[in-house]
């Protein structure tokens, strides 16, 4: 079965310093993966996605994450975080297996500290 | 381009009295259509979701139930709310298999 783990439940960086949060995923097919940003009592935006084309995606709003499936992972990164980067971020995998759904990760809360 | 319009954006029901969450999307034929709760600090549950009208397909024993009357209309109901209906539902949709999905702004339902 396919499976998506965050494994920061919070991170917090300081405005201006690097985003790193982390995700791995568990498939026995060529995944499609996406991350997911919500900020407080709206709804969900697609950041960007990878479907097995270059490894390296580049996302809205200056992001980026890198499918590395030795590793199992797709971490996203930001070079530098604003302070409008506070929300919370899903990692999402495809399910090839099931009927048109997506598994989702428990979410990371990014903190921006100013 | 394509839009889903989600409403109403919140919603105080008392408990024991009935729901009716509405969904349209526009600019699309055919989509996929999902409902999901999120519960306060969790991540999402996937409720129902649908490939076609009159398809619905059930992923959680609730007290909820969804039905598609029309092509881009998904439509979340109940008879009689729980306390524990409480939350944050989200209407999202997606074209084929292996895609992405694209989410309305949710409705935050408490229940009292």
């Known amino acids: 079965a396919q499976s998506v783990t965050q494994l920061d439940s919070h991170v917090s960086v300081s405005e201006g310093t690097p985003v790193l949060l982390r995700c791995n995923y568990s498939?026995?097919?060529?995944?499609?993966l996406f991350w997911y940003v919500q900020h407080p009592n709206k709804g969900l935006q697609l950041l960007l996605k990878?479907?097995?084309?270059a490894t390296l995606v580049k996302g809205i709003n200056g992001f980026e994450a890198e499918f590395k499936k030795s590793e199992t992972s797709f971490h996203l990164t930001k070079p530098s975080a604003h302070m409008s980067d506070a929300a919370e971020y899903f990692c999402?995998?495809?399910?090839?297996?099931?009927?048109?759904?997506?598994?989702w990760g428990a979410g990371t809360k990014l903190i921006i500290k100013p | 381009s394509q839009t889903i319009h989600q409403w109403p954006a919140t919603l105080v029901q008392p408990v024991g009295s009935p729901l009716s969450l509405e969904c349209t999307v526009e600019?699309?034929?055919?989509?996929?259509l999902y409902w999901y709760r999120q519960a306060a600090g969790r991540g999402l549950q996937l409720l129902f979701y649908?490939?076609?009208?009159?398809?619905i397909s059930s992923e959680v024993p609730q007290n909820l139930s969804a039905s598609r009357p029309q092509d881009r209309q998904f439509i979340l109901s109940s008879k009689k709310l729980l306390l524990s209906d409480s939350g944050f539902y989200l209407c999202?949709?997606?074209?084929?298999?292996?895609?992405?999905?694209?989410f309305g702004q949710g409705t935050r339902l408490t229940v009292v």
């Open positions: 999402v995998v495809s399910d090839l297996v099931g009927n048109y759904q997506l598994i």
């Open positions: 498939s026995s097919y060529s995944p499609s």
């Open positions: 990878y479907t097995s084309a």
């Open positions: 600019g699309t034929s055919n989509p996929n």
């Open positions: 649908s490939v076609g009208i009159g398809q």
């Open positions: 999202a949709w997606s074209v084929g298999k292996n895609t992405e999905a694209f």
